[in-house]
C-alpha cells in the first residue's frame, strides 16, 4: 500500500462495495480497468455503464453491486490512478537516491524522470483536475496528492542541502518543485483539453528546464 492510501480518508472501500471472494475481486477489477480505459481512450467520462458491462464482460447487475451511480466508479478509478501516480513517484525517487551523488547531478535527471511519470499518468490526472473542480470527494483527494507529492519533492532535494545556495534551502527547494511541476504541467494541459498547449519539442524541455533548476540551486 503507498502512503498516499495513508493520507487520505477516501478508499476503494468508501467508493464501492468491497467484494469478499476471489471471483467477484476478478470481476471489480475488470469493472475499473474497463472504465479506466474507456476514460483514457475518450480523453473524458462520456461512457455508460453499459459499456463497461459489455467490454469488461461483467453483468450490470454486479457493476450495480459494487458501485452506487457511475459516479462512484469513476471516484473509483481516480482513486486507483492517484495511487499508481504515487507509487511511480516512490519508484523514481527511491532510483534516483541510489543513482546520485550531487544536486548537480540528481536535478536533471529528477526533471527528466518526473516528466515521464507525469506524461504516463497525464490522461488520467487531468480527468481528476477536471473533476475536483466540482466534485468535493476528488477535490480532497487530489489537493492531499499533491501536498504529498510536495513532501516527497522536498525530502528528495534536501538531501543535498549543503550543496543549496542562499539561507533557505527549503524554500529554494520548494519554489523549484512548483516550477518544475507548473512547467510541465502547462506542456501537458492538466486540467484543461488532452491536447499540449504549445509545439514545443519535449525533450527539449525536460532538457532546458533540467538546466535551469541546476542553475537556479547554485544561484539561489
Known amino acids: 500500500m503507498s502512503a498516499l492510501a495513508d493520507a487520505v480518508e477516501l478508499s476503494l472501500e468508501s467508493m464501492g462495495r468491497a467484494p ?22 475518450r480523453g473524458n467520462e462520456d461512457f455508460t455503464l453499459q459499456e463497461v458491462s459489455s467490454r469488461g464482460k461483467v453483468s450490470i447487475g454486479s457493476i450495480y453491486l459494487r458501485f452506487e451511480n457511475k459516479d462512484s466508479l469513476v471516484r473509483a478509478v ?22 546520485c551523488a550531487t544536486l548537480k547531478e540528481f536535478v536533471p535527471h529528477y526533471v527528466e524522470a ?12 487531468r480527468l ?16 492531499r496528492a499533491a501536498l504529498l507529492a510536495e513532501a516527497k519533492a522536498l525530502a528528495a532535494f534536501m ?21 518544475i511541476f ?25 532538457r532546458e528546464l533540467g538546466r535551469m533548476c541546476t542553475a537556479y540551486f547554485a544561484a539561489a
Open 78 to 99: 481516480l482513486y486507483r490512478a492517484t495511487q499508481t501516480l504515487a507509487q511511480e513517484e516512490d519508484t523514481m525517487q527511491a532510483a534516483l537516491a541510489a543513482s
Open 20 to 41: 469478499l471472494q476471489g471471483r467477484s475481486k476478478a470481476s471489480l477489477e475488470r469493472m475499473l480497468a474497463t472504465a479506466r480505459t474507456l476514460m483514457v481512450e
Open 128 to 143: 481528476t483536475m477536471m473533476r475536483a473542480e466540482h466534485d468535493p470527494p476528488i477535490s480532497a483527494l487530489g489537493k
Open 159 to 179: 538531501r543535498y542541502r549543503d550543496e543549496i545556495a542562499g539561507q533557505d534551502p527549503e524554500m529554494c527547494a520548494k519554489a523549484a518543485h512548483h516550477i
Open 182 to 206: 507548473a512547467t510541465l504541467a502547462r506542456q501537458l494541459s492538466l486540467g484543461s483539453s488532452s491536447e499540449s498547449v504549445t509545439n514545443y519539442d519535449w525533450n527539449v524541455l525536460k
Open 114 to 125: 518526473y516528466s515521464e511519470v507525469l506524461r504516463r499518468n497525464a490522461p488520467l490526472l
